[in-house]
């Protein structure tokens, strides 16, 4: 599977991209920056690089839920740069909004990649068939034409996903470890008010989208992928003892 790097980054570009605001799940507590703050802040937009952030330039939004836990779902903000044609690094927020809070990452690879990781690798990684062809996952902001090519390019990738600030769970800090998040397989798994609230938020339509993929080719999922519809889910635990509880 070949990503093309240019025309998804033309297709992707954030300033193109809209729907309306996402607010953050939760108030970090800290002081209003002083004044100097906001100087240094100033000085440093003005004068320093930042390569590897200014490359992030694809936005796209969708679901997760945790590893073991398919009840502890949430949306998700993916901020994008495609490193190369089978490779693609995200990070993810708990909004689309200045103060929107970094949840975590995911890694995206091609088919072929994905074939190329050992089995026990592999049960870290999803799918993303079903976010596509369900019409869940989405490119906010650009033209239709442009996102269902999109779409039938991720159609056939695998996501290595971890958030380590829960903000769904209401979490002010981000406290507690990492956890592995999964997409999404089937009709039914995710919630359908968070689904609908998205896409009234968002003024799109799963549903309609779901209907113009229907010619998108449905790839066959490689084997080792979402490892939690076959055998125990792999997570971490927190050596603390302290519960990971969900916020349905």
């Known amino acids: 599977m070949k990503i093309p790097a240019v ?3 033309a297709a992707c570009c954030l300033s193109a991209c809209g729907g309306d605001d996402s607010p ?3 108030r970090a507590p ?13 000085g440093a937009a003005a004068l320093q690089d930042r390569p590897p952030v200014e490359a992030l330039n694809a936005y796209l939004d969708g679901f997760h839920f945790y590893n073991g836990t398919p009840e502890g779902q949430m949306e998700a903000h993916h901020y994008c740069a495609i490193l190369n044609e089978d490779l693609i690094q995200c990070v993810i927020y708990d909004g689309n909004v200045g103060q929107a809070k970094l949840m975590g990452v995911e890694y995206i690879v091609s088919e072929k990649l994905f074939k190329t990781l050992p089995a026990a690798e592999r049960t870290f990684w999803h799918s993303h068939v079903h976010e596509v062809k369900s019409g869940q996952l989405i490119a906010p902001g650009i033209p239709k034409l442009a996102e269902h090519r999109l779409m039938e390019k991720l159609v056939s990738t695998y996501g290595k996903t971890w958030h380590t600030w829960h903000t769904d769970r209401k979490k002010s800090l981000p406290t507690g470890v990492p956890q592995l998040m999964m997409g999404f397989t089937a009709d039914g798994q995710a919630r359908a008010d968070m689904v609908a609230a998205r896409d009234r938020r968002m003024q799109v339509s799963s549903e309609q989208n779901r209907q113009e993929r229907q010619d998108i080719p449905v790839p066959q999922i490689v084997e080792g992928a979402d490892h939690w519809q076959r055998q125990a889910p792999v997570q971490l635990g927190d050596p603390t003892g302290a519960p990971h509880e969900h916020t349905p």
């Open 7 to 9: 025309p998804l980054i």
């Open 24 to 26: 953050s799940q939760v």
């Open 30 to 42: 800290g002081g209003k920056a002083q004044a100097d703050t906001a100087v240094l802040e100033a």
